[in-house]
């Protein structure tokens, strides 16, 4: 015990004189985070959480114009933009502008729109009417033209855009038609009791939708974003990274030579060695709540969404110790691997990066080819995040983790075994 | 009684064995020289006595253990050893030094502390004690990597040139703790040099060795007297090792 006390004493006398290794293991992950919670958030936001500026050109002056405008800045993601400089935006404006950018859509109602939806009301009413044996009294337009509400978009506009305008519109104008057609059976049956027919509305939303939660535990809706993907998994990237300081202090301590004293020196080396991974495990796990406040207080203060932790607990502090084990004999095996810092340095930290870009740190692994996703999967920083992820975001507990836990803990341990191997190696 | 019987060692992916066969002995309680040029092989002899380096054949013995895994703990025990690096934290102090080599030796609180200022007084580093090792010079590195080796009170210390490096005050100051070391306590000593004229002044008896074997071994005083050409011990070394610049 002595000898594990006075190791973890040593680490942390060694530590807080080195300031670079200090500012390496616990400012820069601070600043990574930061930065890049901010600049992913506008990526990871859904485009029904973006807001743009929507140029309209209104030519029909009915309902459908204004059941447009109203759904759209109802939703809050659009400001409508008719006038430009005091004057109604033309359909030529409108192109050149959203051609050239500026803005990302245009939408063009046509005239007689409004007019041409009340015609087909009129005409399914009438036929109704013929069908019940009733008189078709609702004027209808003699030719049946076809109408397209126009949409422009940017060039440069993503396909996932495109589509959640489309498909807003195609509600709007369902709604519009809907509406539409029911005031039209009114009028034909002649009701006066408003009643009847809005019970008929009622009727048509008897069935929603309700989203549920899909973990063992009731939490309030959870939405995937810059700050739940980029606090754990940038966490993650900076607790592997333990691995500079980790493989640095071990060959400066067989370079120096004190690590052949410690080896001249009776007791196991086994216990040094467990110091060690002690101290920087603690160093590790430390990092995390570090950066998990960060996510909790910091994020906020800059207009990102607060991270939310979901409700297990000790799970999060069971995964943060298996990645920190994992990552610290990552690092114990880089140390015993090469022989020189430039050598474990370099490849330790690209090693990292490259591991952190495969297991889906930088951006999710969904979005990645199948091939890669499969790759990421065999990453243990993926297997930190997926757990964290578990805990998070999908309410999970003991037996969500205990799969990816397993698998950092088993690859500590073949780490540690690799790295005794190449140690007892160099004995012969 | 340190004896080495017939130890032969090639590391792996080396051209020449380090050792070929290597035999000596010396006696409880003196001050032994193990000298050979560079490449003789003494730091291989002393890292099997020290059990780092497991030899391919042959026997080495410390007080009549045996060097193998049955006896390496033990021997760790007995020996302190000053490698010819300063193998010391140079970030810690040399007081945070000492005393974390005096925890791995199981020794803790006041008699720790009060060894180890004890020894800093004795090697005249007693006011730089909370210093940085970094800090120190060549021969104030020296000092402390050697009281590093004394802490758990050995039988035998092993030296790996002990005194390269630093200044005569230093060098004197270090031979002159040796002296005494070994007629107060009795501890026996083994040390390696390149410093021949110190090898005489200081041992009692001496082993040459090169290409891995033994070339000689008696009392410095006996084998300058059997090479009646030579008048120092630097003599009789190059009388038998040549005069080629060895890597």
């Not at chain 1, 370079?255 to 007791?267: A, Q, V, Y």
């Not at chain 2, 560079?38 to 730091?43: E, F, L, Q, V």
């Not at chain 2, 180890?116 to 090792?133: A, H, P, S, T």
Request: hydrophobic share 45%; net charge neutral; glycine share 8%.
């Amino acid at each position: 015990m002595l000898r594990l006390l006075a190791t973890i004493r040593k680490e942390w006398l060694l530590l807080i004189r080195d300031r670079g290794g200090l500012a390496l293991l616990f400012l820069m992950p601070l600043v990574l985070i930061t930065v890049m919670a901010l600049i992913e958030d506008a990526p990871f936001r859904d485009y029904q959480e973006l807001k743009f500026d929507v140029l309209t050109v209104d030519n029909d002056h009915g309902r459908l114009a204004r059941y447009i405008k109203e759904g759209l800045e109802h939703s809050g993601q659009f400001t409508l933009v008719d006038s430009l400089d005091g004057k109604p935006v033309t359909q030529e404006d409108a192109v050149r502008l959203v051609n050239a950018g500026d803005y990302k859509i245009c939408i063009l109602i046509p005239k007689g729109a409004t007019a041409a939806i009340v015609s087909n009301a009129n005409r399914i009413v009438n036929d109704l009417s013929k069908r019940m044996g009733l008189p078709a009294v609702q004027p209808v337009k003699s030719r049946n033209d076809s109408l397209n509400v126009l949409i422009y978009f940017d060039p440069a506009a993503k396909k996932a855009f495109k589509s959640a305008i489309h498909q807003a519109l195609d509600n709007f104008l369902t709604q519009v038609e809907t509406d539409l057609l029911l005031e039209r059976i009114k009028l034909q049956l002649h009701s006066k009791e408003a009643d009847a027919a809005d019970t008929f509305a009622i009727q048509l939303k008897a069935v929603g939708l309700q989203e549920q939660v899909t973990g063992p535990t009731k939490q309030i809706n959870m939405v995937y974003n810059s700050v739940q993907h980029n606090v754990p998994a940038w966490s993650i990237f900076a607790m592997f990274f333990i691995v500079i300081p980790i493989a640095g202090n071990m060959i400066r301590e067989r370079e120096d030579g004190s690590l052949l004293r410690m080896k001249l020196i009776p007791g196991s080396y086994l216990a040094l060695l467990a110091g060690k991974m002690l101290f920087f495990v603690s160093i590790c796990v430390v990092q995390f709540y570090l950066m998990t406040l960060v996510g909790i207080y910091l994020m906020p203060l800059l207009h990102l969404p607060r991270l939310v932790l979901g409700h297990s607990y000790l799970p999060v502090f069971v995964i943060a110790l298996c990645i920190s084990l994992a990552a610290t004999a990552y690092g114990i095996l880089v140390g015993t691997l090469f022989k020189t810092p430039n050598q474990a340095l370099s490849f330790g930290a690209i090693s990292i990066v490259i591991l952190s870009a495969v297991g889906g740190i930088w951006v999710p692994l969904e979005v990645m080819p199948p091939a890669m996703q499969f790759i990421g999967h065999l990453t243990p920083l993926n297997w930190g995040l997926e757990a964290i992820n578990d805990l998070y975001l999908r309410n999970g507990g003991f037996a969500q983790i205990m799969g990816n836990a397993g698998k950092l803990m088993a690859l500590c341990l073949v780490m540690l075994y690799l790295a005794a191997r190449v140690e007892k190696g160099r004995m012969s | 009684m340190i004896t080495v019987k017939n130890l032969h060692k090639t590391y792996p992916g080396a051209l020449e064995p380090s050792l070929s066969g290597l035999s000596f002995s010396f006696p409880k309680g003196r001050i032994a020289g193990l000298l050979g040029p560079n490449g003789a092989g003494k730091t291989t002899t002393i890292s099997i006595l020290c059990g780092l380096v497991r030899a391919d054949s042959g026997d080495a013995q410390i007080f009549d253990l045996h060097q193998d895994a049955h006896h390496r703990e033990a021997i760790k025990k007995m020996i302190g050893i000053v490698p010819q690096q300063i193998a010391l934290f140079p970030q810690l102090s040399a007081l945070e030094n000492l005393t974390y080599f005096g925890n791995l030796y199981g020794l803790k609180g006041k008699p720790l502390r009060t060894k180890i200022e004890d020894y800093l007084q004795r090697f005249g580093l007693e006011k730089n004690g909370k210093k940085e090792v970094y800090k120190f010079s060549g021969g104030m590195k020296r000092r402390t990597n050697i009281i590093a080796a004394l802490l758990h009170d050995p039988q035998l210390l092993i030296l790996d040139e002990p005194t390269a490096g630093v200044d005569v005050q230093s060098r004197n100051m270090i031979l002159q703790f040796l002296r005494e070391y070994n007629q107060q306590q009795g501890v026996s000593i083994l040390y390696t040099s390149h410093l021949l004229e110190e090898a005489q002044s200081l041992c009692e008896e001496v082993a040459i060795i090169d290409q891995g074997r033994l070339v000689m071994q008696g009392q410095p005083l006996q084998l300058i007297q059997q090479h009646p050409e030579c008048r120092n011990l630097e003599e009789v070394f190059l009388h038998h090792t040549g005069l080629a610049v060895r890597d």
